[in-house]
């Protein structure tokens, strides 16, 4: 409506700049990301693992029902961290048990676990290796399904971190 304004009195409104809001922003970057998805069957799988009703599907796809849309994105990649995980885990013959802080941040969150997660030394050294391992993945490593779900999961924590700030 304020470009429509500014069009129409372009002499009154010459210094005049419309931008959007983070909340606008935001819901066009989920647009964008719904429009990227299109044609994966991601829509299928949302509905059918209950995450969102198939009434719902389009607006959560072009990012109009933002608080939907938003759980959708959160809970997906909540999926695609755990499958990237596994699989880090699964080829680096990672083993969990040296990391008793990690199932401890895990179990009960907060402030000083985390911090004895920070300090760790072999703990930084798998988080860079799983990190490695991911840039690995987007770079095509595990084929271009891995790949596709990695660029997927990076749009949807530009969203996340975002709207941190």
């Known amino acids: 409506m304020a470009l429509s304004v500014v069009w129409h009195r372009p002499d009154e409104f010459q210094n005049v700049t419309v931008h959007l809001g983070a909340f606008h922003t935001i819901c066009a970057f989920m647009g964008a990301i ?3 998805m299109g044609g994966s069957d991601y829509e ?3 509905i059918h693992s209950g995450i969102c009703a198939s009434g719902s599907i389009d607006q959560v796809m072009n990012g109009k029902h ?3 849309a938003l759980r959708v994105h959160q809970r997906m990649l909540a999926v695609v961290e755990r499958l990237l995980l596994q699989v880090f885990v699964e080829q680096k013959h990672v083993d969990k048990a040296p990391f008793p802080e990690l199932s401890k941040l895990a179990e ?3 402030a000083s676990k985390l911090c004895d997660v ?3 030394s072999a703990i930084f050294k798998l988080l860079t290796d799983y990190a490695g391992f991911v840039g690995g993945v987007r770079d095509g490593d595990l084929g271009k399904t891995a790949q596709f779900w990695v660029q997927y999961r990076d749009c949807v924590w530009d ?3 975002f709207m941190l700030r």
Do not use: A, H, T, Y
């Open 34 to 36: 719904g429009k990227m």
């Open 44 to 46: 299928e799988v949302i």
């Open 66 to 68: 933002f608080n939907c």
């Open 108 to 110: 009960s969150p907060d």
């Open 118 to 120: 920070i300090s760790n």
């Open 159 to 161: 969203v996340m971190l």
